[in-house]
């Protein structure tokens, strides 16, 4: 069973910047593909970012420019550094894994971890 944990997240001003962290365990990690999701309240959850096995990457339309995604095999870990953050970036962010396509396998999903944007 894959376990997912994410770290990282918390408040920050507009224009700053965090790095959100996803641990695996429990799966063979360098085969997985990985994204970040987020959901802020009253809204639904969407992709923001995804990297495949073989380090593709694509964003959603609304960070592309300020957050990158990346990943370490070694550590079995996939990042997500957000950069120029506004207040609409506040929101749960949730790391995903799949050995299918992650766009639509149901995959393994991590808690959760906040990020709270202010003006």
């Known amino acids: 069973q894959v376990q997912l944990v994410e770290s990282g997240g918390g408040l920050v001003q507009a224009g700053g910047s965090l790095r959100l962290s996803c641990a695996a365990s429990g799966s063979i990690f360098r085969i997985m593909s990985m994204a970040w999701y987020r959901q802020a309240p009253g809204k639904q959850r969407e992709l923001v970012a995804a990297i495949t096995s073989g380090g593709r990457t694509n964003y959603a339309e609304s960070v592309k420019g300020r957050f990158t995604i990346s990943r370490d095999n070694a550590k079995n870990t996939v990042y997500l550094q957000m950069n120029s953050l506004k207040p609409e970036d506040t929101a749960v962010y949730y790391c995903?894994?799949?050995?299918?396509?992650?766009?639509?396998?149901?995959?393994?999903w991590g808690q959760g971890t906040q990020v709270t944007v202010s003006s």
């Open positions: 995903k894994g799949s050995y299918g396509n992650i766009g639509t396998d149901s995959g393994s």
